[in-house]
């Protein structure tokens, strides 16, 4: 049982769509916390870095799965992101609640997709077809 769960977790469609949750999750959790300081003078918004998502996809692309397991996502301050206010304040309400929106449709269909692979092979453990 131990060798079965060790391969499923270990598959490459598996590690990836688990990494995207994890970025997904943290992700959230960052656009949370500007809609939370969206009247906080000076709040700088924060984000997931894209460079995130272009090493996800380099390592991908070269399919070096020991890179995609050691991958770590963070959130950071979005450098990028204008002053909406004379405080400073960066962050956009609406631009926040998009993202927020988009950010909850991909850990949908992401939780569905792992969720998926466990639930087949827990359907392949019961034996049935």
């Known amino acids: 049982m131990t060798a079965i769960l060790d391969n499923l977790y270990s598959q ?3 590690l990836i769509s688990k990494k ?3 970025a997904t999750h943290l992700r959230h959790e960052a656009l ?4 939370a300081n969206v009247e ?3 709040f700088k918004r924060r984000d997931l870095p894209k460079s995130f998502a272009v090493e996800l996809k380099r390592a991908v692309d070269r399919k070096d799965f020991r890179r995609v397991k050691a991958l770590l ?9 204008k002053p909406v206010r004379m405080d400073g304040n960066t962050v956009q309400l609406d631009e926040e609640m ?3 929106n988009r950010n909850a449709l991909n850990y949908e269909y992401l939780t569905r997709a792992v969720g998926s692979s466990i639930k087949t092979l827990n359907t392949a453990i019961k034996g049935r077809a």
């Open 12 to 14: 490459e469609n598996y």
């Open 40 to 42: 906080t003078p000076g």
């Open 98 to 100: 998009l993202a927020m």
């Open 73 to 81: 996502p963070r959130s950071a301050e979005d450098r990028q992101a």
């Open 20 to 22: 995207l949750l994890d």
């Open 32 to 35: 949370s916390n500007n809609l």
